[in-house]
Structures are given as structure tokens and as C-alpha cells.
Nanobody, 115 residues
């Protein structure tokens, strides 16, 4: 069983930055999509950003120009650089890695942005 270990969440003031990391506990099939989702209280989980093994990226409109997703295939790790954070970015952020043969989720890391 592969575990996804997230880190980097915390409390930050509006306008600040955080960098989230998510590492797989062991080597995984490398042709996959790595993504970050988030869920705010009372809302559905939503896609924030995703990146394919080829490096193609996709972002939610609400984070375009502020967030950057990247990956290190050798380390089985995905990152989310979050800049110009807003109070509405407050949520639990979840890492997801999926391919044709698996679909793994992290346990989530809290991001809180104060105004």
C-alpha cells in the first residue's frame, strides 16, 4: 500500500505564501496525474491544480496566476507553491495521485489564511 505524506500547511496572513509537498512512501508507476484538491467547510472538494507525468498542467480559475504545481518524478513528489494567498483559500488540501492502475489520496493538510 502506498501512502501519500503531505506537509507544508499552516496559518498565514493574506498576501503570504506557503509551499505544500506530497511524497509517496515508495516508488510508484510513473505514468500518472498528480493533483491537489481542497475542501473548505461546508463545500465540496474541488480540484486546485494537476500535472501530468509529461508536465502538462491545469489550474482552477480561482488560483491561476497565484499557484504553481510542480513534480519531481525521481522523488515521487508533487508540490504546490501558493502565493498571494486569500482568506478564501482556507481549506484542507489533499494530494491525489492516479493512474490506470491506482488512485491514492493523502490525509490532507490544513491551510488557513487570515485577513
Amino acid at each position: 500500500q502506498v501512502q501519500l505524506v503531505e506537509s507544508g500547511g499552516g496559518l498565514v496572513q493574506a498576501g503570504g505564501s506557503l509551499r505544500l509537498s506530497c511524497a509517496a512512501s515508495r516508488s510508484i508507476f510513473s505514468i500518472n496525474v498528480m493533483a491537489w484538491y481542497r475542501q473548505a467547510p461546508g463545500k465540496q472538494r474541488e480540484l486546485v491544480a494537476e500535472i501530468t507525468s509529461g508536465g502538462s498542467t491545469n489550474y482552477a480559475d480561482s488560483v491561476k496566476g497565484r499557484f504553481t504545481i510542480s513534480r519531481d518524478n525521481a522523488k515521487n513528489t508533487v508540490y504546490l507553491q501558493m502565493n498571494s494567498l486569500k482568506p478564501e483559500d482556507t481549506a484542507v488540501y489533499y494530494c491525489n495521485v492516479k493512474s490506470i492502475i491506482y488512485d491514492y489520496w493523502g490525509q490532507g493538510t490544513q491551510v488557513t489564511v487570515s485577513s
